[in-house]
């Protein structure tokens, strides 16, 4: 049973920063994509970043090019979100994910991920 857990979320104010981690369980860490969704309320949830396997390739939806920055140890089984020059549109409950394509290519769809975390709640205040 795969296991993903976040944490790093809480409360900032707009322009500041904060660092997500997310801690993966019960299966081998490396050769799998990793990626970061958010959702806010009231609205679906959305792609933030990915991660390839190699740690190499990167993805990021365009509303946090250039100020978040996804990186992965695959030796302590954690992935992280930097995120910075936060802004209140950011708030939202952020969620870790991976799949089982070993190997696999950087995805953006959600549906093309198979395990969850329970998510870390962000709030930026304006």
């Known amino acids: 049973q795969v296991q993903l857990a976040e944490s790093g979320g809480g409360l900032v104010q707009a322009g500041g920063s904060l660092r997500l981690s997310c801690a993966v369980s019960?299966?081998?860490?490396?050769?799998?994509?990793m990626g970061w969704f958010r959702q806010a309320p009231g609205k679906e949830r959305g792609f933030v970043s990915a991660i390839d396997w190699r740690g190499s390739g990167t993805l990021y939806a365009d509303s946090v090019k250039g100020r978040f920055t996804i990186s992965r140890d695959n030796a302590k089984k954690m992935v992280y979100l930097q995120m910075n020059s936060l802004k209140p549109e950011d708030t939202a409950v952020y969620y870790c994910?991976?799949?089982?394509?070993?190997?696999?290519?950087?995805?953006?769809?959600?549906?093309?991920?198979?395990?969850w975390g329970q998510g870390t709640q962000v709030n930026v205040s304006s």
């Open positions: 994910a991976t799949n089982m394509r070993p190997l696999g290519p950087l995805v953006d769809r959600s549906g093309e991920y198979d395990y």
């Open positions: 019960g299966r081998t860490f490396n050769g799998y994509t």
